[in-house]
């Protein structure tokens, strides 16, 4: 394992009310209970990409863009943070028909940032771990959101802001940080979300791609006189191949030519 740095989104999702569950179930009860919880947090992380770091009792951190990055990780938490409401909602509803235990939930807080990836620990006990303001500042929120909600950072939220719903911002006092922290509460994605998205910064001229979209324009106007062909575009996370599409379909659109 190596270090280095990368701009992920952290989620930690945490049970509500498994404290008291434990006051009126049996040790082996509650341990099935809790642990088919955090199996479907698990899931629905993993089906979106995400990495789970840590387990801690009823509690999840999960990372989005380490080890393996996507250019859309932070949507991807967001969602995994609702899909993690909806699925434990249904379980709690299920934990009370066949036992009749209520008080089972789930909060959520996302963030993303800067952090170090890399070896943590010494002697035996060596694993891959990631340090930084993201992961506190996402655990923080998680404390600060209602039961049912995901509660979202200022970064992770600029990052996703046309694809969902949210609740108006909020300015937390969260322990450790000397100002107050912007927030907003996930609803749902957004109803405009059917068309594609538009990227932040799109908008603005292109630049350091002209070779690239002169050739993806010849690809595009080969077609009109009837020859085919295979367009890839490739590139790790973050290098700008949806900028580049995205300007590729407007001027496509507008019937500008290489």
């Not at 963030?111 to 923080?140: F, K, M, S």
Request: no cysteine.
């Amino acid at each position: 394992m190596r270090e280095e740095r990368k701009v992920v989104t952290a989620l930690f999702a945490d049970l509500v009310g498994s404290t008291a569950l434990g006051e009126r179930l049996d040790p082996e009860d509650l341990r099935e209970v809790v642990g088919g919880a955090v199996a479907a947090m698990i899931e629905v992380v993993e089906s979106l990409g995400g990495t789970v770091k840590d387990l801690a009792g009823d509690g999840m951190l999960a990372l989005f863009g380490a080890p393996v990055a996507h250019e859309d990780d932070a949507e991807r938490a967001v969602l995994a943070g609702l899909r993690i409401v909806d699925r434990i909602g249904s379980y709690s509803t299920e934990v009370v028909r066949t036992i009749g235990v209520e008080g089972l939930d789930v909060r959520v807080g996302v963030q993303t940032g800067l952090v170090v990836l890399g070896p943590v620990g010494a002697g035996g006990r060596v694993e891959y771990g990631a340090t930084g303001d993201a992961l506190n500042t996402a655990a923080r929120l998680q404390s600060h959101a209602e039961p049912g909600t995901v509660l979202v950072g200022e970064e992770a939220y600029r990052a996703t802001a046309r694809l969902f719903r949210w609740g108006p911002v909020l300015g937390l006092a969260l322990k450790g940080k000397a100002e107050p922290v912007s927030a907003r509460r996930a609803l749902g994605w957004s109803a405009a979300r059917g068309s594609a998205p538009v990227l932040e910064g799109a908008a603005t001229p292109l630049i350091g791609r002209q070779e690239e979209l002169r050739t993806s324009l010849e690809v595009l106007d080969g077609l009109g006189t009837g020859r085919g062909g295979v367009l890839f575009v490739l590139g790790p996370p973050g290098i700008g191949k949806s900028r580049l599409l995205t300007e590729l379909r407007a001027r496509f659109t507008a019937g500008l030519g290489p």
